[in-house]
């Protein structure tokens, strides 16, 4: 836990020393819909071994066996190679929880998240990748649960007034009501501001 909180604070660090600097160019709010994909096999297969031999053993699990839903998804520069961003997501599925026995029946699972982007290049350039960490709640069934978003992506310009983003974050759950696992998105992002 001690390590995503570390990346966090050092990229708040960064931002707030790229605040000094004038003529910076930040991307305007952007609003976007995107496809998800959850992935809880994967998630549990590498808590119960590891990373490494689920690789090895080729134990990802394939698209069909994931869970799709919608997510909307509204971001803002605040700097050159930062953003903030904020995502809602909405999914059918049988969500599993520790100390519940399974459930065999569909139900709506809805995550919220707020997060930090550090991008490595900036939205001049029309290809850029960039690194995600932040905090989120999720309710299914009346729990409410918090978990922590840490993942990576990627964005796709056209011509800086829209975007194609594609990313995957690994969700850490902190409470017992929530659960460790992927969530592999693909999505249109268009501008809804001037740029800075």
Avoid: C
């Avoid at 966090?8 to 991307?27: C, E, N």
């Avoid at 809602?88 to 599925?93: A, D, E, K, N, Q």
């Avoid at 029946?105 to 982007?117: C, G, H, P, Q």
């Amino acid at each position: 836990m001690a390590r995503p909180l570390t990346i966090f604070s050092a990229l708040l660090l960064t931002y707030s020393t790229g605040l000094t600097q004038s003529g910076a160019y930040t991307r305007s709010a952007t609003l976007g819909i995107h496809f998800v994909f959850n992935d809880f096999e994967t998630a549990s297969a590498i808590r119960s071994s590891s990373l490494s031999a689920v690789l090895k053993e080729k134990r990802i699990a394939k698209i069909k066996d994931m869970s799709q839903g919608l997510a909307l998804n509204y971001g803002r520069g605040l700097s050159e190679h930062f953003d903030f961003s904020s995502t809602l997501i909405g999914s059918f599925l049988a969500y599993p929880m520790e100390n519940r026995g399974p459930v065999s029946k569909d139900f709506l699972l809805l995550e919220a998240d707020v997060s930090m982007r550090g991008k490595l290049f900036t939205d001049k350039h029309w290809l850029v990748p960039y690194l995600e960490l932040g905090a989120g709640a999720s309710k299914y069934q009346g729990y409410w649960g918090a978990f922590i978003p840490a993942g990576i992506g990627v964005q796709i310009s056209f011509f800086g007034e829209a975007y194609l983003a594609i990313s995957s974050q690994y969700r850490m759950a902190i409470t017992q009501t929530s659960n460790y696992h992927f969530v592999h998105s693909i999505g249109l992002v268009g501008n809804i501001g001037s740029l800075d």
